[in-house]
């Protein structure tokens, strides 16, 4: 069948894709922006890329209108514009008003269980989408779900922090908050075992594991699985404000992140109970073992996804990467420094390690100075990482700077950075002719732009100075 998958480069969509491909589907990616896009899609005769911006009608007209099945992935958990609930709404009726045009039979939507009488507005909004996704000419299947288990995914790697960074919490009480949480795996199988099953259509299904535990459970269990012992006590007398401060003082989420989540953890998460697992022969991971599973991708370094590569992570970019990939020169500042390289080889290996727990190979501690800095001041700081170990792609996040674009063939790397600035900066590793180029570049944002790059230039050249030395010398 031919089935297009809508938030192709998020962390559902990224890991259902090659799903389906094995299970000899050919597969449409809708992306924003195809740079995004995973480099080998292009060398896949069952993937096709195409470029389709929701909340622009005019772009829709480059899905091919012979799908079979559509996968509406497109969420959002931002609370970064004011107005995202009729952006979502917007999103959904584009979405179907296309797909009414195509030969589709089956849209599938996973949304977020809605049972609690009271409800946060992102799950409000995703209860409305499924309201609005609903069609005459086609069928829909929606599967909710709670908390999703998984490497690299927000849930996990917010928990994960937490346990490994503190002995002894005082935490909110919403940490006694009810929920069922499903492994990204149970995810996956409900969502491509239900592409053509007729007995699904026009049907909706909360999905979940096997048991109810609140966050406090979920901590404890996961600290068990991690051989810690933690130690938690629940206040009545943290606000909202101050428990989105918690999260992201102490975890790698952003504030605006972490306000959202705090926003939704408050309720109730669980299921109505259906037979929908003994249809599609799911039997649901427990919690424990969704955690050890986790680990066992991390420590095999194949985590296909992850949320902090999402846009949300941060924020910042909300525009197609074309816009930054050309690195402005009219009213900018730029370090240049160029170094002939020994081995070709294992420099394009260093830079493409670079960043993360690997370091910035000279004056790490400057580096990880400038991301406490940045904390300090509501940026998102060192604490993402990167998803790979030496792997990089556009769109993922390293540290606090942005994959703009990473070709190893081209021996080009583009970072772009996010850390709180009075301008923007660039930076850029590129060689040619056996010569390393690394240049950064700043463009600055009025009179503190100029003061902010005159300030740290003593700092930058010695890190750059040392860093492109570090890089070469192999």
């Known amino acids: ?48 890329v195409v470029e389709a911006d929701f909340l622009k009608p005019e772009t829709l007209g480059n899905i091919p209108k012979d799908i079979d099945i559509a996968y509406y992935l497109i969420h959002s958990m931002s609370n970064s514009v004011n107005n995202f609930q009729i952006l979502e709404e917007q999103c959904a009726i584009n979405f179907k008003n296309y797909i009414e045009s195509t030969k589709a039979k089956q849209v599938i939507y996973l949304s977020g269980i809605t049972n609690d009488k009271k409800l946060s507005k992102h799950l409000l909004s995703r209860k409305n989408i499924e309201t609005i996704l609903r069609s005459k000419i086609y069928a829909t299947t929606t599967f909710k779900a709670g908390i ?9 790697e917010i928990i994960r922090d937490l346990v490994e ?39 909706s299904f909360d999905v979940f594991g096997p048991e109810i535990l609140t966050y406090k459970d979920m901590l404890l269990q996961f600290a068990e699985v991690r051989n810690l012992k933690r130690y938690i006590l629940t206040v009545p007398v943290m606000t909202p404000k101050l428990s989105s401060y918690w999260l992201y003082f102490v975890t790698s989420t952003s504030y605006k992140l972490a306000a959202s989540l705090v926003d939704s953890m408050g309720i109730q998460i669980v299921g109505k109970p259906s037979d929908i697992n003994k249809q599609l022969g799911v ?23 992850s949320w902090k590569d999402s846009m949300v992570s941060s924020g910042m970019l909300h525009n197609s990467f074309y816009k930054y990939i050309n690195v402005p020169t009219f009213g900018c500042y730029t370090d240049y420094k160029a170094r002939k390289v020994k081995n070709l080889d294992k420099t394009i290996d260093k830079i493409w390690k670079i960043g993360g727990t690997t370091g910035w190979y000279y004056g790490t501690y400057l580096w990880k100075l ?24 556009t769109g993922d996040a390293l540290d606090f700077w942005r994959v703009i674009f990473a070709d190893k063939p081209q021996k080009k790397l583009l970072l772009y950075a996010e850390m709180k600035l009075p301008g923007e900066a660039w930076l850029e590793f590129k060689i040619e002719d056996n010569v390393l180029k690394q240049t950064a570049t700043f463009r600055p944002r009025g009179i503190w732009g100029r003061l902010y790059w005159y300030s740290v230039l003593p700092f930058h050249g010695l890190i750059f100075r040392g860093m492109i030395n570090k890089l070469v010398d192999v």
């Open 370 to 393: 400038r991301g406490s800095i940045d904390k300090l001041f509501g940026g998102i700081g060192l604490r993402r990482g990167r998803t790979h170990l030496y792997e990089l792609n």
């Open 148 to 156: 999703i288990v998984g490497s690299g995914s927000s849930s996990f």
């Open 1 to 48: 069948m031919n089935i297009l998958v809508t938030g192709a480069t998020g962390y559902i969509g990224k890991r259902l894709i090659p799903i389906l491909i094995n299970e000899g589907h050919h597969v449409v990616c809708a992306v924003r922006d195809t740079l995004r896009a995973d480099k080998n899609y292009s060398e896949e005769d069952t993937i096709d």
């Open 283 to 305: 039997n649901p991971l427990t919690y424990k073992q969704a955690v050890k599973l986790a680990f066992e991708k991390i420590e095999q370094n194949s985590i296909i996804s």
């Open 165 to 203: 960074k503190l002995p002894f919490m005082i935490t909110p009480k919403w940490l006694n908050t009810k929920t069922q949480p499903l492994a990204v795996r149970d995810v996956l199988s409900f969502l491509y075992k239900a592409a053509g099953n007729k007995a699904l259509f026009n049907k």
